[in-house]
């Protein structure tokens, strides 16, 4: 008898053909149209009727429906509040990486963002995850303490390939037995083993991933094999895991800065208004290198009294990108929130037509430019002539102008470019996790039961990270009135630009220099032994 081909079969088959959901080819298509057609020949008028004599073959195929049966009974028997996914069938885990997979689990949110503190950068992947809220979370390696050797000491769940994960574990209230500190949850990541699988075991898989705004290709790919024989001495087991993954892919963004409020301007009409206080334009390219490897041996006594379990995972993980930013700011991003200013923070340039508010006065149209209401300096010379006709001083940034040394009949302009800074930056970051551990487990008789648990981690970080600043000046025409932002950057006014505009590099100066380089280790043992017994008697 032929079964209907459960739901999760169709999935199972398409990540099997290395087909991602959601996207179309005809491989994909094929797929789902073969599948449900050779699972029903059953149903189908021609088909032979099997006589009672005859063998019946009968064919159940397991898939996701499968996993999501074991996270169940995992859930349904552990003494605490615990979920769980789990990839039954070796190389099939659901998400593309562990972070992904967990944002599946109730209570648990993934961090979007290169850092939770930093909004400004926008990560193709997530960078961490959350539980009810709360970013103290606590990682294991299967049941053991791991790390990385940078500030967090956290291990970060990007460094571990999913293609490794027999499944993962989300914790969200701790038993006796576990270890403390995770105030917010722990989570355990679980790497298959070689008695999970009934003999011998080969898998491979193959994918490639296009990014569409940087417009590469790049691969990965995995491969287990894993088996088990039966011995004169016990039962060995044997698994080898290796998996390879690259991701190039851009993040490009536009922010606008702080909102202000002001009270009772005339220049903007009285009332209540709110205006920006800028905008940064800014693009990330990232290229992202992931090696995992595990290597696992088990060994079980023939009276299954003892089981011993060996095993060596190692994660490689490096991250570099390049990024180029745009950032026109004006007033002080850093005053108390609650400040409410009563003179003008920005004004139009002259013959720009006033700010556009909506009905709740918040600003929707307009240039900001800077408002000067004096302008002062040393009068030392030797002093270059502007081309509006007063003078600036040989040395100073190109902007800076002296009301009491400009010709008769010439005075300072009433407005000025608001600071624009061009910002590069380049970073390359590599981590390296190796874990080794041996773990022993003796069921001395019906009552006792002792675990033995030897542990070391090596964990090195080398960072290096490198940002530069130009900074010139703008006229920023923004318009708010659409879906996303329009913004131009134009010649500033008050300001003494060569004809070459924005990309002369006469009109920069060089504001900062930031370097940042790091080399850390890490190294920790850890043991534990652990006794269960067995008190039950007739009244207890």
């Not at 009409?269 to 390219?285: Q, S």
């Not at 190796?434 to 960072?463: C, E, G, M, P, Y």
Request: aromatic letters at 10%.
């Amino acid at each position: 008898m032929l079964k209907p081909a459960p739901n999760g079969l169709l999935r199972s088959a398409i990540r099997r053909l290395g087909v991602k959901e959601g996207g179309v080819s005809a491989l994909a298509i094929g797929a789902s149209m073969l599948a449900p057609y050779a699972l029903a020949q059953d149903s189908a008028g021609t088909a032979t009727t099997p006589s009672a004599e005859q063998s019946v073959e009968e064919i159940v195929v397991t898939g996701m429906r499968e996993a999501l049966k074991t996270a169940q009974d995992i859930k349904r028997e552990a003494d605490t509040v615990v979920d769980s996914i789990t990839a039954s069938d070796i190389g099939a885990f659901p998400d593309k990486s562990v972070a992904e997979a967990l944002q599946r689990v109730t209570g648990v949110f993934v961090t979007r963002f290169a850092a939770a503190s930093d909004t400004t950068h926008f990560s193709a992947e997530p960078s961490g995850v959350l539980i009810r809220g709360l970013p103290q979370v606590r990682s294991e390696f299967n049941g053991r303490d791991s790390f990385n050797a940078n500030s967090s000491r956290g291990l970060g769940f990007g460094d571990v390939s999913p293609e490794l994960m027999a499944g993962v574990d989300t914790y969200k209230n701790l038993t006796a037995d576990m270890i403390e500190g995770g105030i917010a949850g722990t989570i355990n990541l679980r790497t298959a083993l070689p008695f999970d699988s009934d003999g011998f075991v080969a898998a491979f898989s193959a994918e490639a991933d296009y990014g569409d705004i940087v417009e590469e290709l790049n691969p990965e790919g995995s491969v287990l094999m894993s088996n088990r024989w039966s011995t004169g001495i016990g039962e060995i087991g044997v698994m080898a895991n290796a998996a390879y993954s690259k991701v190039t892919t851009a993040s490009q963004g536009v922010q606008l800065g702080r909102y202000y409020r002001l009270e009772g301007v005339d220049a903007y009409g009285g009332g209540t208004k709110w205006i920006p206080g800028g905008i940064d334009v800014r693009e990330t390219i990232y290229d992202r290198t992931r090696i995992g490897a595990s290597f696992a041996s088990q060994w079980r006594s023939p009276d299954e009294s003892l089981l011993a379990t060996l095993q060596y995972n190692r994660s490689e993980y490096q991250n570099d990108f390049d990024e180029y930013s745009l950032t026109a700011g004006i007033g002080n991003s850093q005053t108390a929130q609650d400040l409410v200013l009563t003179s003008p923070l920005a004004i139009p340039p002259e013959g720009a037509p006033a700010y556009q508010f909506d009905n709740r006065g918040v600003f929707t149209r307009g240039v900001l430019t800077d408002s000067v209401d004096g302008w002062a300096g040393p009068n030392n010379s030797p002093r270059l002539e502007h081309p509006n006709g007063y003078m600036i001083h040989e040395g100073f940034p190109h902007w800076y102008c002296y009301s009491w040394s400009v010709p008769d009949g010439t005075t300072c302009p009433s407005t000025r470019g608001i600071g624009l800074s061009a910002d590069s930056r380049v970073a390359e970051t590599k981590n390296v996790t190796q874990d080794v551990s041996l773990n022993l487990k003796w069921n001395v008789n019906d009552r006792l039961a002792l675990n033995f648990d030897l542990q070391h981690i090596d964990s090195t970080v080398d960072n290096f990270d490198n940002s530069a600043n130009s900074k010139t000046a703008a006229d920023v025409s923004l318009d708010l009135t659409g879906r996303r932002p329009r913004f131009e950057f134009n010649r500033p006014t008050g300001f003494g630009f060569t004809p070459g505009g924005f990309a002369d590099p006469a009109n920069y100066y060089h504001e900062w220099v930031m370097e940042h380089a790091e080399q850390s280790e890490g190294q920790e043992w850890a043991g534990r032994i652990d006794a269960e017994i067995d008190i039950s008697n007739g009244w207890v």
